[in-house]
């Protein structure tokens, strides 16, 4: 073989090599990113569960279950996927639970301060739902759920802001 032609497959070779690196990673990324997206949409369901459980005992003082498995099980895809400030505003609703569980079980608690503190807990869930809302969902998806449901739920609704205004 002559120098030129070794030359011309080392170089083949590397581009080839380089070539295929990267689609890989594109590919990768595209597949962590339909993961991440998947991710935030099962937690915004899930906050969208909890706030419903939130307002039914605000406004009736019919206490649910919170649940957070969701969140628990994909907190690792929505920490490299949420900035830190959206990643906290959806932290917040979770850390609420706390001060939902004690108003269910201290009876004890004055009625203004348990307004309060519940009011707070279905303010921060809307918070949380209006940042995956708006990373996981498209405007036209965010249409078709308003629409099924006949009105707006999370953020939207908690600011009074009309059904139509929602994404």
């Known amino acids: 073989m002559e120098p030129g032609q070794v030359l011309t497959l080392v170089l083949g070779a590397a581009f080839g090599a380089l070539g295929w690196l990267i689609v890989g990673l594109f590919i990768a990324r595209r597949q962590y990113q339909r993961q991440a997206k998947s991710a935030a949409r099962a ?12 307002e039914l005992a ?13 969140f628990d099980r994909l907190l690792p895809e929505l920490a490299t996927w949420l900035s830190v400030p959206e990643l906290r505003t959806v932290t917040k609703a979770y850390m609420s639970h706390a001060g939902y569980e004690q108003v269910q079980r201290d009876t ?17 869930h809307a918070a949380a739902m209006g940042v995956l809302s708006s990373r996981a969902f498209s405007a036209r998806e965010m249409a078709a759920m308003v629409a099924a449901d006949g009105f707006s739920t999370g953020a939207a609704r908690e600011s009074g802001a009309p059904a139509t205004a929602r994404r």
């Open 58 to 70: 605000r406004d009736h003082g019919v206490f649910q279950a919170l649940v957070r498995s969701s």
């Open 43 to 54: 937690v915004y369901f899930e906050l969208d569960v909890d706030r419903i459980n939130v």
């Open 108 to 124: 004890t608690i004055p009625g203004p301060v348990r307004s309060a503190l519940l009011a707070r807990t279905a303010q921060a």
